[in-house]
C-alpha cells in the first residue's frame, strides 16, 4: 500500500507519503530530504514491520516554502499537526540527522503525542551541535558539496584513503548526479533550503532532554563526523533510560550497517 497526499496544516501544505502495514509509525528526515531522492525510508526495511508516514518538511521538497524565519518549534509543531490531521494521537517517531533535531523538540513540546522515540545520528546542539551546514556556501554544486563533506560524513574516508579509492570516490559523484532533482535550483527551493539551515543552526536541547519520559534508543556511527561521538554520549546522559547502539558507519551508518534498522524495528516492536 503506498499513499501519495496533500495534507492541510495550520499555516501550510505538506507533501506526505505512507507505506506498509501494521502500528504507524512518523519519519522525520534530515537536512535538506526531498521524498524524490529515491531510495528513501520507504524503501527501506521499516515498511516491512510498520506503516511509515513520512513528509517535506517545511520549506523542501513538495511541501509549502512560507516565509520564514523558521524555528524547530515550527518544524516540532508541524510534525504534531500533521498528527492531527491523519487522525494519529499517539505513535512512535524515527528522527534521522535534522529529523532527529525536530524529533527532540517534538518530545518536549508535545510529549503525549509519541509512544517510543528513535533518535539517529543527530545531536543536542547549543554547545554540542551537529556539523554546520549553514556555514557551507549556498551556490555549493551537489557534487562539491559531496566531495567537501565525504570525509566528515565518515572520518575514514579522509583525503589519502579517497585518493587510494578514485573508484569509490566517482561511483558516488555519479549518485550524486542521478539523484539531483531540477527543482532544487529553483529560487524557492534555495529560500526553503536556506531557512532550514537557519533553524538548525539554532538548535539546542541541552536544558531539555532531561525531562523526556519516553522510551528513547540513540543510534550512532562511530566514524560519524557530523553527529560526533561526543555528542552522542550526551544525548544518553541528558535522556534518562535511553539505550545508545553505535554502528559500523559514519553519518550514512543506517545504509552502511544493515543491524541498524534490525535493531530500530525491535525496539519498536
Known sequence: MSQHSKVQIPGLTLHVEA???????????????????????LDGPLTKAFHVIAYDQRGLGQSEKPEGPYSMADYADDAAALLDALGYDRLD?????FGGMVAQHMAIRHPQRI???????????????????HELPDDLSPVDRMLQLM???DSRRNEAW???HPEFVEKMKAQVLAGAIKDHEKPDYRRGARLQLEARAGHDTLTQLPMLSMPVLICAGRYDGIAPAANQEKLHELITGSELNWYEGGHLFMIQDESAWKDIVTFLS
Open 162 to 164: 579517497q585518493s587510494e
Open 115 to 133: 509512544r517510543r522515540l528513535v533518535l539517529c545520528c543527530t545531536s543536542p546542539g547549543g554547545d554540542m551541535p551537529s556539523y554546520p551546514f
Open 93 to 97: 517517531v524515527v528522527g534521522v540527522s
Open 151 to 153: 570525509s566528515v560524513s
Open 19 to 41: 507505506q506498509g502495514e501494521g502500528a504507524p509509525v512518523l519519519f522525520i528526515g534530515g537536512t535538506g530530504a526531498d521524498l524524490r531522492q529515491k531510495p528513501n525510508v
